[in-house]
């Protein structure tokens, strides 16, 4: 398929070009924009810029999302932003510089132009700005026939809902019914008997992240935003904390690497280095340690080279257990798994299981550094150094994460190189200090 699309860019067959990206969904042209190299993007564009709808804009990753709404002619820009959910628009806009957020803004009809000005007063990263606010509500004293003729009569409804949430007259929420329960109840039974037990409301001012772990939590389809005075003002799907949930996870992942987590795919080299090369000099300097305490043993080593060729293998284990260990805990603290309550408990755990991999370990390196070098102190050496470095990579995998976060610290963000330099630090000096104390 990207041969093909490739070959219809590079013959300018815009004819070839539409037969095959016409039958994809609009979530697979959008990962076809994004995996392009800019100079093919801007080609595809010309030649497909007038099937850009409002799925396929929403589709797009942000992180070329702007260059994207540079290069589409502005009537189809106009027509796309019309068909998004107000959600959306907000998302697409939020990160675009003042002329492209007001041209885009003045494409709107007035009440959508005003819900999503009113979500652009939210802070980054809260409901507000998640929330859509086209929401079906319904009052609480209605029936289910009374609903599905109002259901019936409208034409503003947007495209996809999950929930009818019941208002009071104040525009309180006060519970909500599925479409399905809705579909197979007697045009006569009120809507209060058949509110779901799940229902809960979101205040427009918390995190996207709490939200996202409210619907994880407790399975929810969909959840109405309220204000300070509890009234309605939209609605959160469950498409969009999943996606938030995503980002979570993604952010993560590329923190504990030590890559920023607005790299993607399509950057060019100059990009990609700047991105990366700051957290690269963070670790030149943290790894500088390592070579503090080497240096401090100097004699040690020029009396007994052997310990030059061992000592990487005793602080790559540590380092490879300490990884292992902060993978763990930055999952359990993203989940909620990992909290006060269960902190010390955790702890323990991995201090267990670093003494047991230690002494397993110790048993191999040991026996192998005693047959290999026939020195039975060596083999001693290599043991305790191993035990040491496994205790101090299992503890630092876990206790690092938690002061950060203690401390309202992303534990992804500089966790990876506090317990690498710890395990670096703490194996070479257990290795090179038992060996002063046992072997010279």
Same mark, same amino acid.
């Given at each position: ?5 490739d070959a ?20 697979d042209?959008a990962?076809i924009?994004e995996?392009?190299? %800019? ?5 595809l564009?010309e ?8 799925e396929?804009l929403?589709e797009?990753?942000e ?9 589409l ?7 796309a ?9 907000v998302?697409l ?6 002329p492209e957020?007001?041209e ?10 005003a819900?999503v000005?009113?979500?652009?007063t939210? %802070? ?6 998640l ?8 009052? *609480?004293h ?7 003729d109002?259901?019936r009569a409208e034409?503003?409804?947007p495209?996809?809902?999950y ?6 007259p104040?525009?309180? %929420?006060?519970?909500?019914v599925?479409?399905g ?7 006569d ?6 509110? *779901?037990?799940?229902?809960r ?29 509890d009234?309605l ?7 969009d904390?999943?996606?938030v949930?995503? *980002?979570e ?11 920023n987590?607005e ?5 060019? %080299? ?10 690269l ?18 004699a040690t080593?020029?009396q007994l ?17 300490g ?6 805990a ?9 909290n ?9 755990r *991995?201090?267990?299981?670093g003494m047991?991999n ?8 040991g026996?192998?550094?005693t ?12 043991g305790?150094a ?10 630092g995998?876990?206790l690092?994460p938690?002061?950060?976060?203690k401390?309202?610290?992303?534990p992804?963000?500089a966790?990876g ?8 630090v ?11 104390l046992?072997?010279?």
């Amino acid at each position: 398929m990207l041969a093909q699309i490739d070959a219809a860019i590079e013959a300018d067959d815009r004819v070839a070009l539409h037969a095959s990206l016409d039958p994809l969904h609009a979530a697979d042209i959008a990962d076809i924009i994004e995996r392009l190299a %800019p100079a093919r993007r801007r080609l595809l564009l010309e030649l497909y810029a007038d099937e850009i709808d409002g799925e396929i804009l929403s589709e797009i990753d942000e992180s070329i999302r702007e260059d994207v709404v540079e290069q589409l002619p502005r009537g189809v820009l106009a027509d796309a932003v019309r068909e998004m959910d107000s959600d959306d628009v907000v998302d697409l806009i939020e990160d675009l510089d003042e002329p492209e957020r007001a041209e885009i803004l003045a494409a709107l009809d007035d009440s959508d132009r005003a819900a999503v000005q009113q979500s652009l007063t939210y %802070p980054d990263y809260s409901a507000g700005r998640l929330m859509q606010s086209e929401v079906v509500t319904a009052p *609480e004293h209605w029936t289910v026939g009374d609903t599905i003729d109002f259901i019936r009569a409208e034409e503003w409804l947007p495209e996809q809902f999950y929930h009818i949430i019941l208002v009071d007259p104040r525009r309180h %929420p006060t519970g909500y019914v599925t479409l399905g329960r809705l579909l197979a109840a007697r045009r006569d039974m009120p809507l209060r008997s058949l509110a *779901e037990d799940s229902f809960r409301t979101v205040s427009v001012m918390a995190k996207d992240a709490d939200v996202a772990y409210m619907f994880n939590q407790y399975h929810l389809i969909s959840a109405p935003v309220v204000d300070a005075d509890d009234r309605l003002v939209g609605v959160i799907t469950i498409d969009d904390a999943m996606a938030v949930l995503d *980002e979570e996870h993604e952010e993560d992942i590329l923190r504990l690497a030590g890559v920023n987590d607005e790299s993607h795919v399509s950057d060019g %080299p100059v990009t990609t280095a700047r991105q990366r090369l700051p957290w690269l000099v963070i670790n030149l300097f943290t790894a500088s340690l390592s070579a503090i305490v080497i240096t401090q043993f100097e004699a040690t080593i020029e009396q007994l080279v052997a310990l030059a060729a061992l000592m990487p293998i005793v602080a790559s284990t540590g380092g490879i257990a300490g990884t292992q260990s902060l993978a763990v805990a930055v999952r359990a603290l993203a989940t909620r798994d990992l909290n006060r309550s269960n902190a010390r408990r955790v702890v323990m755990r *991995e201090l267990g299981a670093g003494m047991l991999n230690g002494l397993g370990l110790a048993l191999i390196l040991g026996l192998a550094g005693t047959l290999i070098f026939r020195d039975v102190n060596l083999g001693v050496v290599l043991g305790l150094a191993m035990i040491a470095n496994q205790i101090v990579a299992a503890l630092g995998g876990v206790l690092v994460p938690l002061g950060l976060n203690k401390m309202g610290l992303d534990p992804a963000l500089a966790s990876g190189t506090f317990v690498t330099t710890m395990t670096d630090v703490m194996g070479f000096f257990a290795f090179l200090g038992l060996a002063t104390l046992i072997l010279i």
